[in-house]
């Protein structure tokens, strides 16, 4: 198993809510990840980060943000949550120049 | 637009059969590499096989790669029931783009 944390693994939220989804990874990794998982399984590119106070969009980033403050923290925040937003959220590290990516566990998110 | 594209989504077999998975792409890569996902679980990382590599084996997994195809395959052999997950190759265009990936195959490996 990875080092690599996300939290809450379940969060039921209201339309409107301002979130914050938790990923901290332990293993000194300078790239990090988040990708939105919808029910058919593909994954989209949210976010991503090379680096302390580097951040980069993906292709699904207009309505989150995320900040690097910290190697081993990277949230992701929800300004206000629609139902469109209920997916399952996935976070991913890698080192540098590493290739293969570690997942965490994954926070999968309701909006009602 | 994603990058892999894996066939066939869905997969159903009897224990001790093997199990093809292919994924075609669209650009030039660097490495395909194919990952594994248990239900509500996050990826694991399986096997990566680079753009000068036709044939990679590990345990009961073998993958193989066309690049004049843009095509990979994942065999799975001698399958089991805890094989059942879904799976997805991801394409690394250079060693600085994010990893894309597939849409994946379901597969269900009946005891």
């Known amino acids: 198993e990875a080092d690599i944390y996300q939290t809450p693994r379940y969060l039921v939220i209201g339309t409107g809510k301002k979130i914050t989804l938790e990923c901290s990874q332990t293993m000194g990794h300078d790239k990090m990840y988040w990708y939105q998982q919808d029910p058919g399984m593909e994954l989209h590119l949210i976010h991503y980060?090379?680096?302390?106070?580097?951040?980069e969009k993906g292709d699904l980033s207009s309505e989150s943000t995320v900040s690097r403050i910290r190697t081993e923290h990277f949230p992701l925040t929800l300004e206000s949550a629609r139902p469109s937003h209920t997916s399952q959220y996935l976070c991913?590290?890698?080192?540098?120049?590493?290739?293969?990516?570690?997942f965490g566990s994954g926070t999968q998110l309701s909006v009602l | 637009s994603q990058q892999g594209e894996e066939d066939p989504q869905a997969l159903s077999i009897q224990e001790g059969e093997n199990a093809t998975m292919n994924c075609s792409y669209k650009?030039?890569?660097?490495?395909l590499q194919w990952y594994r996902q248990n239900s509500g679980r996050g990826l694991v990382h399986l096997i990566l096989?680079?753009?000068?590599?036709r044939e990679k084996h590990s345990g009961r997994l073998r993958v193989t790669l066309d690049t004049s195809k843009k095509s990979s395959s994942l065999l799975i052999t001698a399958s089991r029931a805890a094989d059942t997950a879904s799976y997805f190759c991801a394409t690394e265009a250079t060693g600085n783009t994010p990893l894309v990936f597939g849409k994946g195959t379901r597969l269900s490996v009946i005891a």
């Open positions: 991913a590290s890698r080192r540098q120049g590493g290739e293969k990516l570690f």
């Open positions: 650009t030039s890569i660097n490495n």
């Open positions: 980060s090379y680096g302390v106070n580097s951040t």
């Open positions: 096989i680079r753009s000068n590599e």
